[in-house]
């Protein structure tokens, strides 16, 4: 079964195809189908609006069912700052180096034992038919004093776990432990009793 993802993260494709496989859903892109989405408002209050603003807007536009995440990192210490503007922290969306200077900055001075942070990663899917999953993962660990690893994206290089970044796990590795890896096995239980 076909899924579209509102997404042109080819990184979270690749994420999201590595679990959903295994049931037999195929997860692509509009772009890979020849579709433009249109560029959706995220205004929501949380991951999960934002999350269901743009599975909403997906399956409207290609009559498919559509999955969509919204994921963010949030530092205690900076009141869950990013939090929903994770993207654009930094003032450009997506510029993974600018809004690691940024975090970095910000928790210039501040000891490793006040550095705790979570990353989340809420997954709406919804059927043409107005069925909904909402689901939500996360992730909890530590931002480091500096980038570590070329794996992942995001702040993956700053970000904690067991001591290691994630910028260092292995795509499998992170897929067992990450807000996105742990929201989607959510999900996959919940589509197991919806398709």
Do not use: W
């Amino acid at each position: 079964m076909d899924f579209i993802l509102a997404t042109n993260n080819m990184k979270k494709l690749a994420e999201m195809q590595r679990i959903l496989s295994p049931l037999g859903i195929h997860v692509v892109t509009a772009k890979m189908l020849g579709i433009t989405l249109e560029e959706v408002e995220e205004d929501g209050q949380t991951f999960e609006d934002n999350a269901k603003i743009k599975a909403y807007a997906a399956c409207k536009a290609t009559n498919m069912p559509a999955i969509a995440d919204d994921s963010g990192l949030c530092v205690d210490y900076l009141d869950g700052a990013p939090g929903i503007f994770s993207a654009r922290f930094a003032g450009e969306h997506g510029n993974d180096e600018l809004n690691n200077d940024l975090l970095l900055e910000k928790l210039d001075g501040v000891e490793m034992s006040k550095r705790t942070a979570y990353y989340v990663c809420a997954i709406c899917c919804v059927f043409p038919d107005g069925r909904e999953i909402v689901v939500r993962g996360e992730c909890n660990g530590y931002i480091g004093f500096e980038r570590d690893g070329n794996e992942g994206f995001g702040y993956d290089p700053l970000f904690l776990v067991d001591g290691k970044a994630f910028g260092r796990y292995t795509a499998e590795e992170k897929d067992k432990i990450s807000h996105r890896g742990n929201a989607l096995r959510l999900l996959v239980k919940e589509l197991e009793k919806n398709i």
